[in-house]
């Protein structure tokens, strides 16, 4: 392998893993919405629930290229399960090891590492691709703070036992009012709504997060007041890396079904692969997973060696969502009336499950506006692109 001998025997590591301990259950969550609680502790020995964490806090201490190939290689069999881990990993814990006193890092990272998730809470009814317009607000009581308001759409959100929430701690225009807080479960009025009901990922635990005079001690503010917008940009840029990884993962899958169908099923007396007009498909799939593979990679490595990586990780995820959507899309077609067979063949459930990769962590739109923004800036015109 082009990136190293190290990197394949990981990725070797993780698809026997998934295929023993993931793929089972992959049909089953979905057709139920079944959260497979029972996967965590698995998932967690294996060190999968750790990855981005140095050791010192229980840390599996992999680095970002690793854990790009694990998202990839878990969710390559179960979009579900991909999507917890890579929340879990980029989204929980990283701000907290990113931004973290040393005593929030050794409170929360060692019971994070061991299995329990922690969530991530910035978007909210009418703030999502706008995140700077929160709604929740943290209001000075005392030496402490009180809490009010609600995040939608936050994967594991019952499941967790705490999670990262911005909030306006000031009245300050925009984003630069928001602040960052570390809630936990057991807090009074901190609580999770029902799991929604969704058309892909549906393994995964995805509600809505109340906070309903929800008071904490200064303890609980993540960094600086004021820093939570900066702090929540920067980690959706190792985010999208993740979710890049997931989509890139499930068009392999696609095209794993795809290339079996066409290479057993027969029509005209013969393998369907042997058509030309399917065997171009398949082509085009596996050279767009390529491309979109080598992006993703680029982006984990200019993070692993300390470059700026925003605008790459936004090129890398925009690019490999809407190869995602492409290729589960094409697989569908190449099985024919078989791909629309519910829980039959994996490509219509990749279908559904990898259209999340073009929403989730900034819309294909917002990849294209951080993109063009960053255009605009190499030749001095910043302002002339806002995401306002
Ligand atoms: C399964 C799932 C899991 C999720 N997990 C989490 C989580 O753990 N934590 C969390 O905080 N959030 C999570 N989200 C929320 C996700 O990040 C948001 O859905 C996403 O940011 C888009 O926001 P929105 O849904 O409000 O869409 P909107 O912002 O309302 O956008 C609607 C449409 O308008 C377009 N649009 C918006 N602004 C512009 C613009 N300026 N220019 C051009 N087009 C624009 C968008 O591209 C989109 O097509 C999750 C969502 C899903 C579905």
Redesign the pocket.
């Known amino acids: 392998m082009i990136w190293g001998e190290k990197y394949s025997e990981f990725r070797e590591k993780v698809r026997a893993f998934a295929l023993e301990k993931v793929a089972p259950s992959a049909v089953e969550i979905d057709e139920t919405q079944r959260f497979p609680k029972e996967g965590l502790a698995p998932l967690a020995e294996a060190g999968y629930l750790a990855m981005v964490i140095p050791k010192e806090y229980g840390g599996a201490g992999n680095d970002m290229l690793e854990y790009t190939i694990a998202v990839e290689e878990l969710s390559r069999v179960c979009g579900s399960t991909g999507i917890t881990v890579a929340?879990h990993n980029s989204?929980g814990m990283s701000p907290i090891l990113l931004f973290g006193t040393e005593e929030q890092k050794k409170k929360y990272l060692p019971r994070a590492c061991a299995g329990e998730l922690i969530?991530?809470?910035?978007?909210e009814p009418e703030a999502?691709?706008?995140a700077g317009g929160t709604k929740t607000r943290a209001v000075r009581n005392g030496s402490g703070w009180i809490l009010n308001g609600a995040?939608c759409?936050?994967?594991s959100a019952t499941e967790c036992f705490a999670a990262i929430v911005t909030a306006k701690t000031s009245d300050e225009e925009g984003s630069y009012g928001i602040s960052s807080f570390i809630l936990e479960k057991d807090m009074e009025g901190f609580t999770s709504g029902k799991k929604e009901n969704?058309l892909g990922?549906r393994g995964?635990d995805?509600a809505f997060l109340h906070i309903a005079d929800v008071r904490v001690s200064d303890s609980a503010l993540l960094g600086e007041t004021g820093n939570g917008f900066k702090q929540f940009m920067k980690i959706l840029d190792s985010g999208r890396i993740s979710i890049g990884a997931m989509a890139v993962g499930m068009a392999q899958g696609a095209l794993d079904c795809a290339l079996k169908f066409a290479a057993e099923h027969e029509e005209y007396g013969r393998k369907m692969a042997s058509a030309q007009g399917i065997a171009f498909q398949l082509a085009d799939m596996e050279t767009e997973i390529e491309a979109a593979r080598g992006l993703i990679y680029r982006a984990a490595v200019m993070k692993d060696r300390g470059m700026k990586y925003g605008p790459e990780s936004a090129k890398a995820k925009l690019f490999a969502s809407e190869v995602g959507t492409r290729c589960a899309f094409k697989a569908i077609g190449i099985l024919g009336a078989e791909g629309l067979q519910v829980g039959k063949y994996p490509a219509e459930r990749i279908w559904r499950d990898v259209k999340?990769c073009e929403?989730?962590?900034?819309?294909?739109?917002?990849q294209r506006?951080v993109i063009a923004r960053d255009l605009l800036k190499s030749i001095g015109a910043f302002d002339a692109l806002k995401?306002e």
Do not use: C
Request: charged share 15%; proline share 0%.
């Open positions: 929340a989204l969530a991530f809470g910035l978007s999502g691709s706008d995040k759409w936050i994967t969704k990922l995964s995805t999340l929403i989730g962590e900034g819309t294909s739109e917002i506006i995401i």
